[in-house]
């Protein structure tokens, strides 16, 4: 799955995987599902996104100093990606990060993008473990932790609306130095 956004962009968000039936079937991350509904919203409200998210690849949305990509290039079985797929997956993660020259903050979505960010920064999961709202500076780039916001996260109540919007009011405080 092609990454959406592009590469002078200083913030990156990493997502799990592309959905059955949002990018998979879209070609775009995060469309067509719930959880583009949040994040989309977010961006727009954040200014790291302009135009109008309706759910599907040209609805005249762009990123603004923005890129998404996923941990996981591909749909995993059953939406869980295994162990051996995060791990052939992450070369496609270190080469996202590496095209990245202005790249400042990274925004992981749920423990796997976060932890698999981690590793293709090069850095032991010990260095900053997964926390919502966590923050954590290596060299140039400062990571940000989220749960992830999938339907069953909000419905849930582990992520509310107000905890992913904290997220990134902090990133655009971070980004405005």
Not at 27 to 55: I, K, M, N, V
Not at 72 to 81: G, L
Not at 153 to 168: I, Q
């Amino acid at each position: 799955m092609p990454q959406f956004g592009g590469v002078d962009a200083a913030l990156l968000i990493v997502g799990l995987a592309p959905g059955l039936q949002g990018a998979n079937r879209t070609g775009r991350p995060f469309t067509g599902d719930y959880a583009g509904d949040l994040l989309y919203q977010t961006l727009l409200d954040y200014g790291f996104a302009s135009g109008h998210y309706e759910a599907r690849p040209n609805d005249g949305l762009k990123l603004v100093n923005c890129r998404i990509g996923n941990a996981v290039h591909c749909v995993p079985p059953q939406n869980k990606p295994t162990p051996a797929e995060i791990n052939t997956c992450r070369q496609f993660l270190v080469g996202t990060i590496a095209e990245m020259p202005r790249l400042r903050a990274i925004v992981s979505l749920g423990r796997i993008s976060h932890d698999s960010t981690l590793k293709a920064l090069g850095l032991p999961l010990r260095a900053a473990p997964f926390k919502h709202g966590g923050e954590f500076q290596h060299d140039r780039i400062r990571i940000f932790s989220s749960y992830h916001c999938s339907r069953y996260n909000t419905n849930t109540g582990v992520l509310t609306p107000k905890m992913f919007h904290a997220v990134f009011a902090s990133v655009r405080d971070y980004l405005k130095d």
